[in-house]
């Protein structure tokens, strides 16, 4: 969308400036995570190194949460990553056949091993249908990707959007299919193919995608165990790290181990009774805060474990009566549309969940 591979638009191209609106955030809202939304903000070394120098000279304990190809994390240690404060990675694991340049050679299972080890978080990325696979080999691809049991994963259709190439090429070949068939609201990737695919038809995708979060789930369980885990993994390892910043860092990042999370586990080994595999993997998590963390632990687990068992339930009841989640909905504006006249309405910002609350834009 802005021209071409390798082309992008930079907002700040130096650590220095960066680090002066993080300051700013850090000022007026007490923010001490930041989401950078870059797409592999690491590839830029000299600005991201620039920052580490400045965080490190100015004493900050930040969490970054970002996202990065598996081939630019190579470009830095480990022990610079945790010195940034990368928290959160979200990272593209396309599958064993993928042809992107930046997974070429990567061994992306123990990268992501070695990132959990060290408290490092990671939401999984992974495309299907990419590279045109089968009914036979779709289980397949879904399974590598279960199999690194990242904390979060993100299953998607490969979707040709306006203003890409993969966009042209559909549209050149007339394999775009039209509103009627599929509303552009539903163009997003996670629900049906906007174009006709050579191998799957009338919507035997959305099954696929379903049962890949499914057996997600079925295999490395709720996302809260999963990040509990590696929580306490990054505790025990740079729990009595040599610099303050990253000490400061884990223990604002591992703050609820010993009580909510025990508590979520707890709650989950009896909520999964019905698959002993990973249930024995929910106890071990468990256990390790607990002889980590001794008695304040051990009490909280159940006590904060009875409290969620009973919500999930009402909660199921809930859902099973009809219930959907359907959050409320708001956007902003830079400016009124009429460029500011005195007579001009309120923009809209808010649009409830009934007819009867929403606010018009006009």
Known sequence: ?????????NFYETGDALFGVMCELEKGLGAQSFFVMDENFLLHRKRALRLLELTREHDKAWSLYVFSSANTLRL????????????WLWIGLEGKQSQYAKL??????????ELQANGIR?????FFWHHAPTTENIDAAIDYAVSHDTEFHQFMLYTPIPGTPLYA???????????????DADTHDQLRFNFRHPRFRGGQETG????????????????IARIARTLLQGWLRHKEHPDPRVRRRFVRESRGLSTSYAGSLWAAERWLAHNPA???????????IAEEFGLVSRMAAPAVGVVLLVAMSLERRRLRSGHAYEPPTFYETNRPADGGAATAPAPCRWVGLSTETLIPAE
């Open 76 to 87: 830095y240690s480990i022990e610079e990553l945790v010195a940034l404060g990368v928290s």
């Open 104 to 113: 070429k050679g990567a061994d992306t299972r123990a990268l992501v091993e």
């Open 169 to 183: 090429e559909h549209l050149a070949k007339g394999t775009l299919l039209g509103e009627e068939e599929i509303p």
């Open 278 to 288: 990973l249930v024995a993997r929910l106890r071990a998590t468990r256990r390790a």
């Open 1 to 9: 969308m802005f021209g071409g591979k390798g082309r992008f638009v």
């Open 208 to 223: 696929y995608l379903v049962g890949a979060f499914e057996r997600d789930f079925e295999v490395n369980g709720p996302s």
């Open 122 to 126: 990671v939401l999984g990325s992974t």
